[in-house]
């Protein structure tokens, strides 16, 4: 495609070229034509006029012609003009040339008659004075000119072409930069990237837009192969733990309430892998949601407050109180996901707390950050699970396979959506006491929220 | 026969005892890399049943790091990874064998059966002594051709005596290797178990070292 292009530049830029020239040439020649017959006019008038002059009424009604040897020197100067002498009566009385052919008739004015130009003019006693020019060497001379015009122009034309072809050859080569390492990259090769030499030329806008679209790609690619990869992990426990019952239960024949046990153990072990697929696609969508996050002014104390509206119901269930003190927070992002990282936060924080325990949900800025906690009054993390809390599939109560526990992915997504907004997130803990999660953002500079 | 089995999943934990009990090994469960590790470097096992995600320490880690205390219990890797490079790793930290998730009850227990077997130096499965032929694999004795009737704790006792054949064992080695963990009984258990294997078996088969234990010769 780079090819067909650079060719089709080629050539109309060479077309271009080569009208231009080719008007100029035309104009060129034209000129010098148009001179040389300017200067041949000019001539015969002369040497016309000095012949009128020079005739003189003879007694008869005919006419005379005297001319100095000034002037005779001066008309035989002229090589190539003729004149002829007629008189009243249309005879030829005097001519320069006898091989000179005379017309017929003898009109007035300039004319143009076999390749020859001619003037001719009255004098007295209706005698008529001819004068003439062949034009054969004027014309040579211009065909001289338009032939070197021609070889110039051909030779201009030749190297507008090569320099073009080198010109679109350097202007195009950044095009098939990109060309081949996008193609590299649609061919599998996700670390290919264009080479970026730091001109600001067009070009470069385009590579660096590609690169950075080409880095997405890399990481949704990424993003997928660790989701399959947990997915199979993840699941394969809670299948190792039906095949187990399974082959338990068939091996021999066992009572009724061995039968029912292994049957509940199942039941548990397949509600695990429900809970696993749910979480999983969760979290996939989030790890793409984080590639591709919509950047918008999002006000945070609104985010809490809904997040908190969602979760009234469970709190009360469990009469749990959430308690809010927010202040005002501008940040750039994406207003369901920060949603969904409250609703995280405080679903934990409700759900590991004790009767009529307490959550207190705090907003501040200062220092360009937006400062959010969560705490709860709950059963705490001990010291040994704190480092590892953030981690996908991490259990602190790996003992409960039962209801309730999850796959362990509500603070990993949590932290994803986090550092997808240039944020951070830490845990503070004391087993038997209670939870504080912190969450740092970015705020936006006041001046540049629009308000939609 | 005594075995551990380290794995974090409760359920799995409780299906797998649930089944090796059934075939007459004692089973010891540990819930995390920390208490599995412990166990194995504090108590003989036949053999260890080891699952490579666990929650402190992980499976990889408490093989290396048991090995390296000295420990010749086989071990059987089980984890949700089956991939060539986790095989390789598994096998060269120095694991015994290796087996993915989900896997067969039946495949599980003659792999951990085998391996005991390859720990005490047998070859087959079928033992002869005297006039006893021992069926490892079937739990069966047969006396000059009859079945003979043993409950399981008989069973074991006399397939660990065999198993040490020519070699000394003493009663709390016995002791260990027949009860699990939470067991409670009588400390003279064992010499009631010896005395009823001799009354099934023959006088002759099983000699009492005085003090320090029991020895079936070679």
């Known amino acids: 495609m780079v090819e067909s292009l650079r060719t089709k530049l080629l050539l109309w830029y060479t077309l271009i070229i080569g009208l231009i020239v080719l008007t100029f040439a035309i104009a060129v020649c034209y000129g010098f034509w148009r001179s040389l017959v300017e200067d041949v006019d000019r001539d015969l008038q002369t040497v016309a006029f000095v012949l009128v002059e020079g005739l003189r009424p003879s007694e008869s009604g005919g006419v005379d012609l005297e001319l100095s040897r000034q002037y005779r020197e001066f008309i035989g100067r002229s090589p190539r003009t003729y004149y002829a002498l007629l008189n009243g009566r249309g005879e030829l009385i005097d001519w320069s040339d006898p091989d000179v052919q005379v017309p017929e008739r003898t009109p007035l004015g300039v004319q143009n008659r076999d390749g020859r130009r001619e003037l001719g003019l009255t004098a007295v006693?209706?005698?008529?004075?001819?004068?003439?020019?062949?034009?054969?060497?004027?014309?040579?001379?211009?065909?001289?000119?338009?032939?070197?015009?021609?070889?110039?122009?051909?030779?201009?034309?030749?190297?507008?072409?090569?320099?073009?072809?080198?010109?679109?050859?350097?202007?195009?080569?950044?095009?098939?930069?990109?060309?081949?390492?996008?193609?590299?990259?649609?061919?599998?090769?996700?670390?290919?990237?264009?080479?970026?030499?730091?001109?600001?030329?067009?070009?470069?806008?385009?590579?660096?837009?590609?690169?950075?679209?080409?880095?997405?790609?890399?990481?949704?690619?990424?993003?997928?192969?660790?989701?399959?990869?947990?997915?199979?992990?993840?699941?394969?426990?809670?299948l190792a733990t039906l095949a187990a019952e399974f082959d338990w239960a068939l091996s021999r024949e066992r009572t009724s309430a061995s039968y029912r046990e292994c049957i509940e153990t199942c039941r548990r072990a397949s509600d695990r892998m429900r809970r696993i697929v749910d979480d999983l696609l969760t979290l996939a969508r989030s790890d793409s949601d984080a590639v591709l996050i919509r950047r918008e002014p999002v006000e945070l104390a609104a985010a809490v407050r809904e997040a908190v509206a969602l979760l009234r119901s469970l709190a009360e269930q469990r009469g749990v109180t959430v308690v809010t003190r927010l202040e005002t927070a501008w940040i750039s992002g994406d207003s369901s996901q920060l949603v969904h990282l409250v609703l995280n936060l405080l679903k934990n924080a409700v759900e590991y707390n004790h009767h009529q325990g307490r959550v207190t949900i705090e907003l501040r800025v200062g220092a360009g950050?937006?400062?959010?906690?969560?705490?709860?009054?709950?059963?705490?993390?001990?010291?040994?699970?704190?480092?590892?809390?953030?981690?996908?599939?991490?259990?602190?109560?790996?003992?409960?396979?039962?209801?309730?526990?999850?796959?362990?992915?509500?603070?990993?997504?949590?932290?994803?959506?986090?550092?997808?907004?240039?944020?951070?997130?830490?845990?503070?803990?004391?087993l038997g006491e209670g939870t504080t999660l912190n969450v740092r953002l970015p705020l936006i500079e006041p001046g540049s929220i629009k308000r939609s | 026969m005594r075995l551990l089995v380290v794995e974090d999943d409760a359920d799995l934990a409780a299906a797998l005892r649930k089944a090796l009990e059934e075939e007459d090994f004692a089973v010891d469960v540990a819930a995390d890399g920390d208490d599995g590790l412990f166990k194995v470097t504090h108590t003989a096992y036949d053999a260890v049943i080891l699952d490579v995600m666990l929650p402190r320490l992980d499976g990889w880690n408490v093989l290396e790091r048991a090995r390296a205390a000295g420990s010749r219990t086989p071990v059987l890797l089980l984890t949700a990874r089956d991939m060539i490079e986790d095989r390789v790793r598994g096998l060269n930290l120095g694991a015994d064998d290796y087996l993915g998730k989900p896997f067969a009850l039946t495949e599980l227990i003659a792999r951990v059966r085998a391996?005991?077997?390859?720990?005490?130096?047998?070859?087959?499965?079928?033992?002869?002594?005297?006039?006893?032929?021992?069926?490892?694999?079937?739990?069966?004795?047969?006396?000059g051709g009859g079945r003979v009737a043993l409950t399981a704790r008989e069973y074991t006792i006399l397939e660990l005596l065999v198993r040490s054949k020519g070699k000394l064992v003493t009663r709390s080695t016995i002791f260990e290797h027949i009860y699990d963990e939470d067991a409670e009984v009588l400390s003279n258990v064992v010499a009631v178990h010896i005395a009823a294997l001799r009354r099934k078996l023959g006088m002759t088969l099983i000699r009492t070292c005085r003090g320090e234990g029991y020895v079936i010769d070679g």
Request: aromatic share 4%; net charge neutral.
């Open chain 1, 125 to 238: 006693n209706g005698a008529v004075v001819l004068v003439g020019q062949d034009m054969s060497e004027a014309r040579g001379r211009v065909l001289a000119l338009a032939e070197q015009v021609a070889a110039t122009g051909v030779a201009v034309l030749l190297l507008s072409l090569a320099g073009g072809w080198f010109l679109t050859a350097r202007a195009l080569a950044p095009a098939a930069r990109i060309s081949r390492a996008a193609t590299a990259m649609a061919q599998g090769d996700l670390s290919a990237r264009i080479p970026i030499k730091g001109t600001e030329n067009e070009f470069e806008h385009l590579a660096a837009v590609l690169n950075e679209a080409f880095d997405r790609l890399r990481l949704a690619a990424d993003v997928q192969r660790r989701f399959t990869a947990d997915a199979s992990h993840e699941l394969r426990t809670p």
């Open chain 1, 369 to 430: 950050r937006a400062q959010l906690s969560v705490a709860d009054t709950g059963i705490g993390i001990a010291a040994s699970d704190l480092p590892y809390v953030f981690d996908r599939f991490y259990r602190a109560d790996k003992a409960r396979s039962g209801n309730g526990a999850g796959a362990g992915l509500g603070l990993a997504i949590s932290k994803r959506i986090v550092e997808a907004h240039a944020g951070e997130i830490a845990c503070q803990s004391t």
């Open chain 2, 115 to 143: 391996m005991i077997r390859r720990a005490y130096g047998g070859v087959s499965t079928v033992v002869t002594i005297g006039d006893l032929t021992i069926d490892t694999a079937a739990h069966t004795v047969l006396r």
